[in-house]
């Protein structure tokens, strides 16, 4: 997807030392326009200044479902039971954009033990099961087939 490129592009131009990793639907292979959105993890030390209208710019030129989320490398290496969002964007053609920063997220648990699980233990450090049992283990066993991720940059 030409969209999931130019984001990815938008991060690492404001956030040179990011990792970009793409997960959900579109790495899962069922994504649907319209009802399906783009999630991306951004993993990076840098000040976000900027990232939003470089992101929403991106994203008006293909305007799908967004949901971006900013994490440091220290908190994507040592999970805690809610990790802090440095940044949360979230895009729809129906609501708009929605920002919110430094916030704990108990839902990242879920994001890092899919990612980790999927190879990129580089990065995210290890996230206990019962962590993510406290946070849904249906949405943990809700997973359509083997689920993949894909690293965009970095």
């Excluded at 592009?9 to 649907?32: E, K, M």
């Amino acid at each position: 997807m030409d969209l999931v490129e130019r984001l990815s592009g938008a991060c690492v131009a404001v956030l040179p030392d990011a990792t970009v990793v793409l997960h959900g639907s579109l790495a899962l292979g069922d994504f649907r326009p319209g009802s399906s959105d783009v999630d991306l993890l951004v993993i990076s030390d840098e000040p976000t200044d900027g990232l939003v209208a470089a992101v929403e710019r991106e994203w008006k030129e293909d305007p799908t479902n967004l949901d971006l989320r900013v994490v440091t490398y220290a908190v994507a290496a040592k999970p805690t039971r809610a990790p802090n969002m440095k940044l949360y964007v979230s895009l729809t053609a129906e609501q708009g954009l929605y920002v919110e920063r430094e916030r704990d997220e108990p839902d990242l648990v879920i994001e890092f033990s899919v990612c980790r699980q999927l190879c990129h233990t580089d990065v995210i450090g290890a996230v206990p099961d019962e962590w993510v049992d406290e946070v849904g283990v249906e949405v943990w066993s809700a997973g359509r087939g083997s689920p993949t991720t894909r690293r965009i940059r970095n």
